[in-house]
């Protein structure tokens, strides 16, 4: 038995758990924040038999799409003294999706 914990992002979520349901894997939403960009995501537990997980990664991969870049605005400071702050725009990747797969030692549905 097998764990994978999906970061998805808000956006794409109903369209990946809907995929990942129809293909009869259970799926459990957690909502979360990312830490750089302080944006929702939302992680998803698959529990799945070590056989499937393959078919589970691949319908995330299909259904996050292509990855976005977005700029945002960065504060900068120049100097020792925090006097002179001012923006500065910086280029980041969005979207897709971060996956970890666990082995699971002990599983029991009651």
Same mark, same amino acid.
């Given at each position: =038995?097998?764990?994978?914990?999906?970061?998805?992002? !808000?956006?794409?979520?109903?369209?990946?758990?809907?995929?990942?349901?129809?293909?009869?894997?259970?799926?459990?939403?957690? %909502?979360?924040?990312?830490?750089?960009?302080?944006?929702?995501?939302?992680?998803?537990?698959?529990?799945?038999?070590?056989?499937?997980?393959?078919? %589970?990664?691949?319908?995330?991969?299909?259904?996050?799409?292509?990855?976005?870049?977005?700029?945002?605005? =960065?504060?900068?400071?120049?100097?020792? %003294?925090?006097?002179?702050?001012?923006? =500065?725009?910086?280029?980041?990747?969005?979207?897709? %999706?971060?996956?970890?797969?666990?082995?699971?030692?002990? !599983?029991?549905?009651?």
């Amino acid at each position: =038995m097998k764990l994978i914990y999906a970061i998805v992002r !808000y956006d794409n979520e109903d369209e990946v758990v809907t995929a990942l349901t129809k293909e009869h894997f259970s799926v459990t939403r957690l %909502a979360t924040t990312g830490g750089f960009l302080k944006k929702g995501n939302t992680t998803l537990m698959i529990g799945t038999e070590a056989d499937r997980v393959h078919d %589970a990664i691949e319908i995330i991969k299909h259904e996050c799409g292509q990855r976005q870049k977005i700029t945002i605005n =960065m504060p900068y400071v120049s100097g020792s %003294a925090m006097i002179n702050c001012a923006t =500065m725009p910086m280029t980041v990747e969005v979207g897709g %999706a971060i996956i970890f797969v666990v082995d699971v030692e002990h !599983y029991e549905k009651i």
